[in-house]
């Protein structure tokens, strides 16, 4: 009896000093996260809200030590040593917090929703665009290639041009490796489209193919990611509001009682 008259006192001082910092600690987080703030950069506050959300159970966890400690230091005094009115109770604003906290991440779910929607439409419209520049590219180069199919005699200066250049990079060792293969992927075109002018066509459909299919598999990747990371901070986001709320309206209609 004599030990827990002894520690119980210091339980309850030590739950209320552990949740008076955990809340102060992340709310000066939050403050640091916030600098420097960026309202209208999308990609800025989707980022900001998914930090807030995954730190906002640390919050929650410190009212509740800070509520348990008053509990106990009350449980042992019998109630005689709580404040006189409610602004000197740490309770009531550690509870005024906590439904701030709610309205907050209440307010955070359609904020995020609507940022994860622009960036991902961003997203998808910086895939279309590639896929487009690669297609054009495409396009160019066999509109080359066909005008030099068409034209024996320039295709002829092509190849010996590009034979020289081939050799004459061989020997001096300076060109760059990438550069050397590209031009000997270019010879080897040529050759085989000499040989069957008529695969040009289909060589184009096969790669305009493949870039439409990878443009598909990446947008259904954004828009994956999109909905996962909608998903997950949104229903955190809810659970937190949700919890925040109760906290708060219950412990200060208790208080109050």
Do not use: C, H
Not at 98 to 104: A, C, D, E, Q
Not at 232 to 244: D, E, F, M
């Amino acid at each position: 009896m004599k030990s827990s008259s002894i520690y119980s006192p210091f339980t309850a001082l030590s739950l209320k000093i552990v949740g008076l910092i955990m809340i102060v600690s992340s709310l000066l987080d939050y403050i640091i996260l916030a600098i420097p703030f960026k309202a209208l950069d999308e990609a800025w506050m989707a980022n900001f809200t998914t930090q807030i959300v995954d730190r906002g159970i640390i919050p929650m966890v410190g009212i509740a030590l800070l509520l348990a400690g008053y509990w106990i230091g009350s449980s042992l005094s019998g109630g005689s040593s709580e404040p006189r009115s409610l602004v000197q109770d740490l309770r009531f604003w550690a509870l005024i917090l906590s439904s701030i906290l709610g309205l907050i991440f209440l307010l955070l779910i359609p904020l995020y929703a609507r940022n994860i929607q622009v960036q991902s439409t961003k997203a998808l419209q910086r895939i279309d665009e590639q896929a487009k520049v690669a297609e054009t590219q495409l396009e160019s180069q066999a509109q080359q290639f066909d005008a030099l199919l068409k034209n024996p005699d320039q295709l002829g200066q092509v190849e010996q041009r590009l034979t020289q250049q081939l050799q004459a990079a061989t020997q001096s060792g300076q060109v760059p490796p990438e550069q050397l293969a590209q031009a000997q992927d270019f010879m080897q075109q040529l050759e085989a489209l000499k040989k069957n002018p008529k695969a040009l066509t289909q060589r184009v459909a096969e790669r305009q193919t493949e870039i439409r299919s990878k443009q598909l598999e990446a947008k259904n990747q954004a828009q994956t990611e999109a909905l996962k990371l909608g998903i997950r901070t949104g229903l955190s986001s809810l659970l937190l509001a949700i919890g925040y709320s109760l906290i708060g309206w219950m412990g200060l209609r208790s208080l109050g009682n």
